[in-house]
């Protein structure tokens, strides 16, 4: 492991990895403190990452059609929410790509997704936990 990349993050020192390589990511979050944990943890599993600070250019990007195999987004934004967002993704026709909700919140009784989200995520994301869910999402698809 010592010529792998490392990464320092809030839950330890994680390893590059890989394990998703070829993946591409859209990720919503407004605060970079945040956002640059999750950027290390899905590059430390080859995932290329696009970082938009609110709901509105996330929907735009996935209504202009352009490519991605996730999207993260935050619970609550400066101006709107992640289930706004989610909402606003539904009326995209055809639109299939997951939506996973990572947030400081608790996800209790399974309230995200009870709301139609693909996954949740606690912040700050782990690799583990982020391997796990993105296994099962990828092998849905």
Same mark, same amino acid.
């Given at each position: 492991? =010592?010529?792998?990349? $490392? ?32 950027? =290390? ?23 202009? $059609?352009?490519?991605? =195999? ?42 995200? #997704? ?8 606690? $912040?700050?994301?782990?690799? =583990?936990?982020? #391997? ?10």
């Amino acid at each position: 492991m =010592d010529n792998l990349k $490392k990464y320092s993050t809030p839950n330890g020192t994680i390893f590059q990895l890989n394990t998703f390589k070829g993946k591409r990511a859209l990720v919503g979050d407004y605060l970079s403190c945040s956002y640059c944990f999750t950027k =290390d943890v899905l590059e430390s599993l080859g995932i290329e990452v696009v970082i938009e600070h609110a709901p509105f250019p996330v929907y735009e990007r996935m209504r202009r $059609k352009e490519k991605f =195999d996730i999207i993260f987004t935050n619970n609550i934004y400066r101006f709107g929410t992640g289930e706004q967002l989610l909402g606003l993704l539904h009326t995209i026709p055809d639109f299939n790509t997951p939506v996973i909700i990572h947030t400081i919140s608790d996800n209790i009784n399974d309230k995200f #997704i009870v709301k139609g989200f693909d996954g949740y995520l606690k $912040k700050p994301i782990r690799q =583990d936990a982020t #391997i796990q869910l993105l296994t099962k999402l990828f092998a849905h698809k």
